[in-house]
């Protein structure tokens, strides 16, 4: 599936009533099966981007279209994922995977096969029957990826999702992220404030201005596939995130 967005602008209201700017005018273009990543000042309105693109938030002007439609609400073969894990603390790790099939009307001894077969590819076969509670912050996030992934999305959208995790574990969390990759081929926009992750992870960078957000850069990444995670140490993978940091840094002019 092909995402564009044409001339978008959003605002909201402020306390007296006018117009308060949070995106655009921005447009881009995301091919099907490409991995974009949005980098940006805080406050640049990358969380609203993601937010149009789920159909969450209309446009104030312009459009946000998949494959010449117009998104203008949740569309089923899209899935998002937010920096929050929002675990249900009273469903087990296998019944939080499975709520998008169940919500779907899968029966329960299908929903389970499905899951149970996406367990190891997360590395979480050994906690099918433990809750939230148990769980460190970066089980958390793969189990909301396995949400994500049961549904088999032509299009994921991901919204910070290892943003709260310390150093180490988002780290680890990409590398799975990397693998899946491979496996389940999406299209893929994810917002993050990490340049080595966004450029490790991703086929473009798109860098957005200080809100309202505007595209100032669109960075192709043409490190070779599959990824690993030691090509952070390569000149060409330096060379890159150099362009894309001063990109950022032109911002603070």
Avoid at 16 to 38: D, K, T, Y
Avoid at 93 to 116: C, F, K, M, Q, W
Wanted: proline residues 7%; contains cysteine; aromatic residues 6%.
């Amino acid at each position: 599936m092909t995402l564009s967005l044409r001339e978008l602008s959003v605002s909201f209201r402020d306390p007296a009533g006018g117009a308060l700017p949070a995106l655009g005018p921005i447009s881009f273009e995301v091919a099907e099966q490409q991995f974009v990543c949005v980098v940006g000042p805080t406050g640049c309105g990358k969380s609203t981007l993601i937010r149009v693109l789920a159909g969450l938030l209309p446009p104030s002007s312009g459009a946000a279209l998949c494959d010449g439609e117009a998104i203008d609400r949740p569309m089923r073969q899209f899935a998002i994922m937010f920096q929050d894990a929002n675990l249900m603390p009273w469903r087990t790790v296998l019944d939080n995977i499975a709520l998008p099939l169940e919500i779907a009307g899968v029966s329960r001894p299908t929903r389970y096969e499905v899951v149970r077969a996406l367990l190891p590819q997360l590395h979480l076969e050994s906690f099918e029957l433990a809750y939230p509670a148990a769980l460190s912050g970066g089980m958390e996030q793969r189990v909301a990826l396995g949400r994500v992934l049961v549904q088999q999305p032509k299009v994921v959208l991901l919204d910070e999702p290892f943003g709260a995790l310390d150093a180490l574990t988002r780290e680890n969390l990409g590398r799975l992220l990397l693998r899946l990759r491979r496996r389940y081929v999406q299209t893929i926009v994810m917002v993050t404030h990490d340049i080595n992750e966004a450029a490790l992870l991703a086929d473009r960078v798109i860098v957005m201005s200080r809100g309202p957000g505007r595209l100032v850069a669109d960075v192709s990444v043409d490190l070779p596939r599959p990824r690993r995670h030691d090509m952070i140490y390569h000149q060409a993978f330096l060379k890159l995130t150099k362009r894309i940091r001063a990109s950022i840094d032109d911002l603070s002019a």
